[in-house]
């Protein structure tokens, strides 16, 4: 029997746990009155559209459009098996990947690819290595993009849960370098 998957888990269930306590690092809740991005408000702050059957979904939600989840974990969890899973299947670079989460026809495209090659330091069209590193400030990326200004609201534990969450996954695991 693997013990790196229970090992996994209960990693990914105490910084889950971790991120619902009260956290320093964590901004103070919007001011009353204010509304937050839809993506925060929908712990899904890749505002992934609704579809797909994701772990931790809320059923039914209420957005007709995005899917909401229970926990922000679980949102950063969906948004790091989508790139993944994007990599994956030949979207390896940083315009293949922005053309197909974000097309042309919803968003300014053009414009998040060069938000995210400013975040991520990578050219465009330049094939990037599955790591843990470029994931981590591909999901950042989006995250800034979809939610700014409110993105920050997605803590680093939430970060580490969704991943650790998403390698619970032995594709997605198996799939991701640690370099």
Do not use: C
């Given at each position: 029997?693997?013990?790196?998957?229970?090992?996994?888990?209960?990693?990914?269930?105490?910084?889950?746990?971790?991120?619902?306590?009260?956290d320093a690092s964590?901004?103070?809740?919007?001011?009353?009155?204010?509304?937050?991005?839809r993506g925060i408000?929908?712990?899904?702050?890749?505002?992934?559209?609704?579809?797909?059957?994701?772990?931790?979904?809320?059923?039914?939600?209420?957005?007709?459009?995005?899917?909401?989840?229970?926990?922000?974990?679980?949102?950063?969890?969906?948004?790091?098996?989508?790139?993944?899973?994007?990599?994956?299947?030949?979207?390896?670079?940083?315009?293949?990947?922005?053309?197909?989460?974000?097309?042309?026809?919803?968003?300014?495209?053009?414009?998040?690819?060069?938000?995210?090659?400013?975040?991520?330091?990578?050219?465009?069209?330049?094939?990037?290595?599955?790591?843990?590193?470029?994931?981590?400030?591909?999901?950042?990326?989006?995250?800034?993009?979809?939610?700014?200004?409110?993105?920050?609201?997605?803590?680093?534990?939430?970060?580490?849960?969704?991943l650790a969450l998403?390698?619970?996954?032995?594709?997605?695991?198996?799939?991701?370098?640690?370099?």
């Amino acid at each position: 029997m693997k013990l790196w998957p229970w090992l996994t888990l209960a990693a990914a269930v105490i910084i889950t746990r971790m991120s619902k306590e009260k956290d320093a690092s964590k901004p103070a809740a919007p001011a009353p009155g204010k509304k937050v991005a839809r993506g925060i408000r929908n712990n899904n702050p890749g505002n992934i559209r609704i579809g797909i059957n994701w772990l931790g979904r809320v059923v039914p939600g209420k957005d007709v459009s995005f899917v909401e989840f229970k926990s922000m974990p679980l949102g950063v969890r969906a948004l790091y098996i989508d790139l993944i899973n994007k990599h994956k299947t030949g979207f390896n670079t940083i315009q293949k990947v922005i053309y197909k989460y974000a097309p042309p026809s919803e968003n300014k495209t053009e414009a998040y690819i060069a938000s995210v090659v400013q975040d991520m330091k990578i050219p465009a069209t330049q094939v990037f290595a599955p790591t843990v590193k470029n994931f981590n400030a591909f999901a950042k990326s989006i995250v800034k993009h979809e939610t700014y200004p409110d993105n920050l609201m997605v803590t680093p534990n939430d970060y580490a849960a969704g991943l650790a969450l998403a390698r619970m996954r032995p594709d997605i695991n198996e799939y991701i370098k640690n370099a």
